[in-house]
């Protein structure tokens, strides 16, 4: 068994930080990319960024020069540093890590149970 567990959300002012944190833990053999969506109420989850088992990173437009993500293997663990928050970054965030079970299967995607964030203008 795979199993994620997120915290760091909360509430925050507009202009303030959060930093969310996902560790995977359990039974596997590889964590390849590793990201975090969003799902703001009455919309479609989408990305927010990700990291390579490398360390080279992808950001949504919408989050660029204010979120960082970043990872650390060692400890099976995702970051984001959101700061300069505003309200319309207002969602549920989620971790979302492709991990392998074994050495000979794929890395499959696996979600976490999501992180309230709310940002209060």
């Known amino acids: 068994q795979v199993q994620l567990v997120e915290s760091g959300g909360g509430l925050v002012q507009a202009g303030g930080s959060l930093r969310l944190s996902c560790v995977v833990s359990g039974s596997f053999y590889s964590i390849n990319d590793m990201g975090w969506y969003r799902q703001a109420p009455g919309n479609q989850r989408e990305l927010v960024a990700t990291i390579t088992s490398g360390g080279s990173t992808n950001y949504a437009d919408s989050v660029k020069g204010r979120f960082t993500i970043s990872r650390d293997n060692a400890k099976n663990t995702v970051y984001l540093q959101m700061n300069s928050l505003k309200p319309e970054d207002t969602a549920v965030y989620y971790c979302?890590?492709?991990?392998?079970?074994?050495?000979?299967?794929?890395?499959?995607?696996?979600w976490g149970q999501g992180t309230q964030v709310t940002v209060s203008s």
């Open positions: 979302n890590p492709q991990v392998a079970r074994y050495s000979f299967s794929g890395h499959i995607s696996y």
